[in-house]
């Protein structure tokens, strides 16, 4: 099983739609979570984080986890063209002691169509 | 959130030639800093862990000698590639967390787009 899966996509959604972005992490005691936006040929942005079981909103943003599941989700509401970007998913894993690195998902593409 | 800067922000170099990248934390102190290396349309894989007055930790498969990692003071890391080679030609990007926040978010500085012709 791969450390952290998203569904590569491409994702596409009408705008002003919510996308819905999703991804899975095999270590159980893995603690932070996050989501980072990448657009093409730039460097990842962090749009945020999430540390316990729920929900966490920030504008149009909202990352939901669920620890039991081993999941953790990105809602995008009224999603914007300038949203088309690719979203990846990463998850602090333990390397045993209090070491941690920081493992990424291979992305989500999403496009909003205008 | 914190700023990150780096520099060059694009380069290229001749096969067998030695290329360095400074990676510097703007608004904070940075104990520990990140090398992570992207190709196209792959997700980012980290390279090496860098720490502030001692040796970096480099991950399995990943050259010490070849990725020289220097972070000599507690805003600056850099990220050496020596005598390289195209298939080194990606995207290196570095990142730092800030130890003061008591938070585990790393940021992520502009990256570094390398050509080794």
């Known amino acids: 099983q791969k450390e952290v899966e998203q569904n590569s996509g491409p994702l596409s959604v009408p705008e002003g739609a919510i996308a819905s972005l999703n991804c899975t992490y095999s270590?159980?005691?893995?603690?932070?979570f996050f989501w980072y936006r990448q657009y093409s040929g730039k460097s990842p942005e962090l749009i945020m984080f999430i540390y316990s079981n729920g929900d966490k909103e920030d504008g149009r943003f909202t990352a939901q986890l669920n620890k039991a599941s081993q999941y953790v989700s990105l809602l995008i509401r009224d999603s914007q063209p300038s949203d088309s970007a690719t979203y990846l998913c990463?998850?602090?894993?333990?390397?045993?002691?209090?070491?941690?690195?920081?493992?990424f998902g291979k992305g989500t593409l999403l496009t909003v169509n205008p | 959130g914190a700023v990150v800067s780096q520099h060059p922000s694009r380069v290229i170099c001749k096969s067998g030639t030695s290329v360095k990248i400074e990676c510097r934390s703007l608004d904070f102190q940075a104990t520990t800093m990140f090398w992570y290396r992207q190709f196209p349309k792959q997700s980012l894989m980290l390279m090496a862990t860098s720490n502030e007055g001692s040796k970096a930790t480099y991950e399995q498969g990943v050259e010490k000698d070849k990725f020289l990692i220097n972070h000599a003071s507690l805003t600056l890391s850099t990220l050496t590639v020596t005598s390289a080679h195209p298939e080194d030609s990606s995207f290196y990007i570095c990142?730092?967390?800030?130890?003061?926040?008591?938070?585990?978010?790393?940021?992520f500085g502009p990256g570094t787009r390398l050509t080794v012709t």
């Open positions: 990142s730092a967390r800030d130890p003061t926040s008591g938070r585990w978010e790393q940021y």
């Open positions: 270590d159980r005691g893995s603690q932070s």
């Open positions: 990463a998850v602090n894993m333990r390397r045993g002691g209090s070491n941690y690195k920081l493992t």
